[in-house]
C-alpha cells in the first residue's frame, strides 16, 4: 500500500465521518468503492477485494458510530433502551451474515449492495414524514424483527446497517429523523462489532490478502479512515441539529441513490466518469 493510498484513505475517513455523525449511517457507501478501486488496483481479485472492503469498512464503523452516538447522546438524542435490545439483537445477526458473505462471490455480494442501497433510498423517498407529535411505536417484538434484518444486511455488505436502519426507523418504527440518526448510531456499536469479528474469524488464513491484514480487516487501511472519521462525526453530529429534518431527508435520498447507481455499474455503463 503506498503513500498516495495511505492520504486517500484518510480523506476518505473525514468525509466517512462526516456522514456518520450527519446522516446516522456507518459510511460504507463512501468506503466501499473507495476501497475496492484501491486493492483492485493493487492486483487483488474482485472476489477479495469486496470482501476485504467490506469487513474493513465494519472496523472502521466501530469507533466511528461510538464517536457520533456518543455527541448524540450529549444532547439527549439516543434511545438507549430500543438502542440496546435491537443492537444486541443485530449483533448475532450480523456475525452469521458476516460468515456467510465470505462464502458468496464478490460480484454477487457488490451487485446486491447497490441494489440494496438504491431502493432504501427509493423507499424512503417517497415515505410519509413522521408527524413531530407522533410517538416512536414500542413494541420490542417489531424492533427484533427489525434488527434481525438490519444484522443480516449489515453482515453480508459489510455496512453498519444505518442505510437501512434509517428508512426502517422513520418508516416502520415512526421515528422522527433526527432521533432515528442518533439511536441508529448508538445501536450500530453493536451491529458493526458482530459482522467485523464473522469477517475476521472466516477471512483468516486466505491467501493473497495484502500485508497488515487480519482476515478480510487490513489494519493499515482500518487505521488511515479511522484518524479522521472518528473527529469528523463529531462534527456531522453537531451539524446535523442545525439541519431542517427535511433537508436532512432529501440529503440521505441522494447519497442512497448515487452510491446505489454507482455500485450497479450503471455509470460506468453510460461512461459516465462519476
Request: positive net charge; aromatic residues 10%.
Amino acid at each position: 500500500m503506498t503513500l498516495t493510498h495511505i492520504l486517500i484513505f484518510l480523506l476518505t475517513g473525514g468525509a466517512v465521518g462526516f456522514a456518520s455523525g450527519l446522516l446516522g449511517i456507518g459510511g460504507a457507501f463512501i468506503m466501499t468503492p473507495v476501497q475496492y478501486l484501491v486493492y483492485s488496483g493493487m492486483g487483488l481479485s474482485s472476489d477479495a477485494a469486496i470482501k476485504l472492503a467490506f469487513g474493513t469498512d465494519l472496523m472502521v464503523v466501530l469507533p466511528t458510530a461510538i464517536s457520533g452516538a456518543w455527541r448524540h447522546h450529549r444532547i439527549h438524542a439516543v434511545d438507549w433502551k430500543v438502542a440496546v435490545i435491537m443492537g444486541v439483537t443485530s449483533f448475532g445477526a450480523s456475525f452469521g451474515a458476516a460468515a456467510i458473505a465470505t462464502r458468496l462471490p464478490g460480484t454477487l455480494l457488490k451487485t446486491a449492495f447497490g441494489a440494496i442501497v438504491l431502493l432504501s433510498g427509493v423507499r424512503m423517498f417517497f415515505a410519509p414524514s413522521v408527524p413531530p407529535d407522533q410517538r416512536p411505536r414500542d413494541e420490542r417484538w417489531l424492533w427484533i424483527v427489525c434488527a434481525v434484518f438490519i444484522g443480516i444486511v449489515s453482515g453480508l455488505f459489510g455496512v453498519g446497517g444505518g442505510f437501512v436502519t434509517i428508512p426502517i426507523m422513520t418508516v416502520v418504527l415512526r421515528f422522527r429523523l433526527h432521533h432515528a440518526v442518533a439511536t441508529s448510531l448508538a445501536m450500530m456499536i453493536f451491529t458493526s462489532f458482530g459482522g467485523v469479528t464473522g469477517y475476521i474469524v472466516n477471512g483468516l488464513g486466505v491467501p493473497g490478502l495484502p500485508a497488515y491484514s487480519i482476515g478480510y480487516v487490513n489494519l493499515l487501511a482500518w487505521l488511515s479512515l479511522t484518524v479522521t472519521s472518528t473527529s469528523m462525526a463529531q462534527v456531522g453530529a453537531i451539524t446535523a441539529h442545525h439541519i431542517p429534518a427535511k433537508h436532512l431527508r432529501i440529503i440521505f435520498v441522494i447519497l442512497l441513490t448515487y452510491i446505489g447507481l454507482k455500485m450497479l455499474g450503471v455509470f460506468d455503463l453510460l461512461g459516465w466518469p462519476i
